[in-house]
């Protein structure tokens, strides 16, 4: 039976795009990600597709999703795209398949971020790149206290506000070539992490 943690996307699927865009910041992620055309390019957890329209042309891209809703949406968003139902734990492409993975505001949110991060790494072809956008903790010491005290509900509804997740993305073998804040005083981040 499916858990909670993949449910509540399929419950969120209709009224995603009305309370999250983020449009300057998947463009930002996207500049980073300096995409040449015919390069292949995964959107991984791509939710509603809300990327999908922003990738320029001559980009071979591919999309997953483990809810059924959210492809569904991002279907309607791209005709280009294949968009599959898929598990970012457990993606069934061969390995050193992609130029670029997008992660974006998924890490937090699977059960397991690292092996998330290891599948990622095992599709990209040697030299690739990911583009992470997401919310993480950065920096020594601890998360402030309000953001500890509101992670149990945020965990249940959405999404780990805390995960330390350019820890996680070193122990997966990525190098960090570039981080900065995004928005909400840099709980939101991008990165771009190269496969080495
Ligand atoms: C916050 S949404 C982000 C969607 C999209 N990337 C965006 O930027 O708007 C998180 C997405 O991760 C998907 N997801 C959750 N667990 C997943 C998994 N194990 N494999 C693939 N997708 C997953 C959810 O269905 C949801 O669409």
Redesign the pocket.
Known sequence: MMSW??RR?DLY?PY?DKL?G?EHL?RRSLDLARLQPGERLL??????G??LPLIRSGIEVDA????PG?VEQARRKSAAARIQV????QLTFPDATFDCV?L???VA???EPLR?LREAGRVLKPGGRIML?DKYFHGPGQPRLIRRLLNPLMKFL??DLNLRTLDLAAQAGFEIVHEEPAMLNGMFRIARLEKV
């Not at 997953?64 to 809810?67: H, P, R």
Request: with cysteine; proline share 3%.
């Open positions: 943690k993949t996307w699927a995603y999250i983020f998947r959107v991984d957890g791509c939710g509603t809300l990327d997953v999703d483990l809810s959210m898929m598990d970012a734990q997008l974006h505001l998924i949110i699977v059960p998330c956008f959405v999404t």
